[in-house]
């Protein structure tokens, strides 16, 4: 069965708050890398075996719209999954939710561009491509 989406949880520490007590901006695009890869994962392949056959997903664009902050010790459920899939790109679209209210404190989405060892675009791999699954949005 392929996989639609893949969720991640991650509790928010102490090192991760800024002077206001909220989640730092930058730590968000943490987690949708550890989001990403995970899914990944749970298709069928790992990321180190992604490069082990010679090819690199890149981060080419990356868009987040923050709507309420992530404090210190919050449980947060990143939920991600692919938006669009072309030949030598990837879309993937996150929702980061407060795990135990719902509510939404994160939209985003990376473009992630096919790169050879070389670090040249390249298409992404046909075993690869067979694992990523576009989707709608969730409602």
């Not at 392949?45 to 919050?74: K, Q």
């Not at 985003?108 to 791999?125: D, G, I, Q, V, Y």
Request: aromatic share 10%.
């Amino acid at each position: 069965m392929p996989v639609t989406h893949s969720d991640t949880v991650a509790r928010v520490n102490y090192s991760e708050i800024d002077a206001m007590g909220v989640v730092y901006h930058s730590r968000y695009a943490v987690w949708l890398d550890v989001a990403r890869t995970e899914h990944l994962r749970q298709a069928g392949m790992t990321y180190r075996e992604l490069e082990a056959m010679g090819f690199f997903l890149v981060v080419g664009d990356l868009t987040m719209r923050y709507h309420r902050p992530a404090r210190y010790d919050d449980l947060v459920q990143v939920r991600c999954w692919v938006r669009e899939l072309a030949s030598r790109r990837v879309t993937f679209a996150y929702r980061l939710t407060h795990a135990e209210t719902g509510a939404l404190l994160v939209s985003a989405e990376t473009r992630m561009l096919s790169l050879n060892h070389k670090f040249e675009p390249t298409r992404l791999p046909a075993e690869v491509a067979a694992l990523l699954h576009p989707v709608g949005d969730p409602a």
